[in-house]
């Protein structure tokens, strides 16, 4: 069976790996055929290589999906659907922006055009299931894949103050929150922080004065690979995600499989994959101090803290592509 597999493959381009780069060779080695587009890094060209490509292999593929974001690339997107129905070729739209619930209000009319013709719509979370079930009949839900064998779990001693941070160094992510935090926790106890994540907009030199102005201990790693930074995981006692939108961040899935406590923003899908207390801490978006009380709590409180990072690595090994393969399967074979 022959997919066309259209999104945003630009870990070469010092960006972060995308869901495509670990779902596409996951379907390849279940037998199936995969043809990726766009590893371009320029807009213009990316958008350029996707039309041609759906032009040229959608027609001879059974499948085309299509990676789903609420930013700019929605308009490859709907692109993309129009020459799939054009060309009677199903499409798969997999939901990945936290804030598609605002694309579908703000452009009601061209969402439709998008998921109504879509052959399924797969939202990663009971999030985006919850907003687009009600709506587009077919929408399932399929959640993120990782090899869990890849995440060694250890226990984490709360009582020393370690944290990190993994995510892209752009303002949706809020890294400056995390130094916020940080800082404040020195009134109370050290605390060091390590911020990995590639730096498209070039904003090191600005965070770097922050940390110098406030005094931090901040290491920042840059774009690591997954080996290289679930290494530099061993040392750090809690994660923090400090996210303005999201919908089921992997970092933090792979975070929850490592054994680290995760402090979490409110927002998007993250109520749906943390239950508070139960496997992590939830706090407002941008809510500096309700953050740095919660890590003071884990701290305060490690045997907690112990009893709810084994619930999330618990709940992470249903997240194994062992299992969420057969969702996929069951998708593409029916």
Known sequence: MKLLYIGNK?????????????????????????????????????????????MRYARSSDYVLIDTYSTWSFYYVVVTATLCRLFQVPYISILHGGHLPNRLQKWPRLSRWVFAHAYANVAPSGYLYAVFKPLFSQTITIPNAIPIKDYTYQPRDTRTLHLLWVRSLVPLYHPEMALQVCAALQHYHPCTLTIIGPDPQQRKPELEALAKQWGISVIFTGKLTKAEWHQRATSSTIFLNTTRADNTPVSVIEAMALGLPVVSTHVGGLPYLITPHETGLLVPSEDVQAMTEAVLHLHQHPDKALKMAEKARAQMENFDWSVVKEAWIKLLKS
């Open 10 to 54: 630009l870990s070469k381009h010092n960006r972060g790996q995308t869901v495509m780069e670990s779902l596409g060779p996951d379907l390849e080695r279940e037998g199936f055929t995969v043809r990726y587009t766009s590893d371009k890094k320029g807009l213009l060209w990316r958008f350029l290589d996707i039309v041609w490509s759906v």
